[in-house]
């Protein structure tokens, strides 16, 4: 089940404006993303612009989510090309997000960098109560992503990018919709969706804050396909001076929907779930000198998972599970006139308590060394190597080197190489069926 990867990419890339790609139907509708020249992607210690990257990145930007007809994360990672989302319930209820051909456990996702993706089956990693009104942008990098992100990157990562507040804002916003078809669940009335919003910006001196409540439900198009959720997500700052910032987010959601052919159809169809999901994260950036950075950060994330495959009937194939995973982060950058190093570790413990596949805990151990430099003309350079340690799969590295040459403004040459791994969910290796 442990497998190393070497993938080796080759790629021209015409165009460079690199589209903020949307789908067809939007193509009118984009706008040339030279514009983002200057976004900057921040791979956890490197901070690289946009127009210099060297590899496949793709933006949605607040412009875009604005303009999409698009409440949740899912719903706007549906419009990137290569990019699949396996959505089984209205307000993203469940979801499973997929880039370029590969499982939904080899995909990434990351808050403002730190890693929140689900340890036990990755299937709640888009569990998430942040609103698309607290987004700047999303950050899709495509292709395997190991040596920037460690383990389980193997097909890229999705980074979500939180606005800032800037001024003090009280909104309020009620929504709802119908296909005026009768409801298979209910079997009487039409199926309908709602939900409401509240948030609150605040912005006083030095400190920043937002919060956002909200509140889904649906009755089901189809039979036992009925969801509700509760959703709270917090977040502020402080900077006391230029060389100092410390920011925290907090999440909490409640999700509980129907999943009937969710997961083991025809013989789900009285299946039912219940999933909480909490995640905190405090993070700080202090600039020591003109030249060194350094950024430590902690993060935690709880998930609570009732899975009833008999809704009417507990006693029998029941499955409850908890996991908690904490992670210590360490980041540093040095600025040389040559060039930019990065270099920090990582650490992640997971422990997943189940009544289906019993006690587990795992720990992973990361530390990585990279080097940019833009010293000869037109040519960008990036490598590095990642050294990682798991307690059930020993030592493994990830080199591997990014090359971006700039043929002229409209034409830039990409070539990636590396070494790329994942380390089997812990329910896909020992999960046993109580129905079977």
Same mark, same amino acid.
Do not use: C
């Given at each position: 089940?442990? !497998?190393?990867?070497?993938?080796? =990419? ?20 984009? !706008? ?12 956890? /210690? ?14 949605? #930007? ?44 080899? =995909? ?12 036990? =089956?990755? *299937? *709640? ?10 987004? %700047? ?25 939180? !606005?800032?507040?800037?001024? @003090? ?17 209910? *079997? ?33 198009? /189809? ?24 920011? #925290? ?37 202090? !600039?020591? #000198? ?6 430590? /950060?902690?993060?935690? /994330?709880?998930? %609570? ?103 002229? @403004? ?24 109580? #129905?079977?």
């Amino acid at each position: 089940m442990n !497998k190393k990867f070497t993938l080796l =990419t080759l790629s021209l890339i015409g165009y460079s404006y690199a589209f903020s790609q949307i789908s067809e139907r939007q193509a009118s509708t984009l !706008k040339d993303t030279t514009n983002l020249g200057e976004v900057i992607i921040n791979q956890n /210690r490197l901070q690289i612009p946009f127009s210099k990257q060297t590899r496949n990145i793709q933006i949605i #930007t607040q412009e875009d989510i604005k303009r999409l007809p698009a409440r949740s994360v899912n719903e706007l990672l549906s419009y990137i090309n290569g990019v699949d989302v396996r959505q089984r319930g209205p307000f993203g209820s469940q979801a499973d997000v997929t880039i370029d051909g590969g499982s939904f456990e080899q =995909t990434l996702i990351l808050l403002n960098g730190a890693k929140i993706s689900d340890p036990q =089956t990755a *299937h *709640h990693s888009l569990n998430l109560p942040i609103p698309t009104d607290a987004i %700047e942008r999303i950050e899709i990098i495509k292709g395997p992503a190991s040596r920037i992100y460690g383990i389980n990157s193997l097909t890229g990562a999705i980074n979500i990018v939180t !606005k800032k507040a800037v001024n @003090n804002l009280v909104s309020a916003q009620i929504y709802g919709g119908s296909s005026f078809e009768n409801s298979e669940d209910t *079997h009487t009335g039409k199926y309908y969706g709602k939900g409401f919003q509240l948030g609150f910006t605040n912005k006083v001196g030095k400190l920043e804050q937002q919060l956002y409540l909200g509140h889904e439900d649906s009755n089901g198009q /189809r039979y036992n396909t009925a969801s509700r959720n509760n959703k709270i997500y917090y977040q502020g700052s402080y900077a006391p001076n230029d060389q100092n910032n410390i920011s #925290t987010s907090i999440g909490y959601i409640d999700n509980q929907f129907g999943a009937n052919g969710y997961y083991a159809s025809p013989g789900d169809k009285e299946s039912y779930e219940l999933v909480k999901t909490a995640f905190a994260t405090v993070q700080s950036k202090h !600039k020591i #000198t003109n030249a060194l950075t350094i950024s430590p /950060r902690i993060s935690n /994330r709880y998930n %609570e998972d009732d899975y009833q495959y008999f809704r009417h009937d507990l006693n029998n194939a029941r499955s409850l599970h908890y996991n908690n995973a904490f992670m210590a982060e360490l980041n540093a950058t040095y600025e040389k006139n040559f060039g930019s190093f990065g270099i920090g570790m990582e650490s992640r413990f997971e422990n997943i308590n189940s009544s289906n596949i019993g006690r587990h805990n795992r720990e992973n151990y990361g530390g990585y060394l990279e080097f940019k430099t833009e010293s000869i003309p037109n040519l960008f350079v990036n490598l590095g190597t990642y050294l990682n340690y798991n307690s059930d799969y020993s030592w493994q590295m990830f080199p591997g080197i990014d090359l971006g040459y700039d043929v002229n @403004n409209h034409w830039k040459l990409i070539f990636n190489a590396g070494f790329q791994s994942k380390n089997p969910i812990v329910y896909g290796l020992i999960y046993k069926s109580k #129905t079977s």
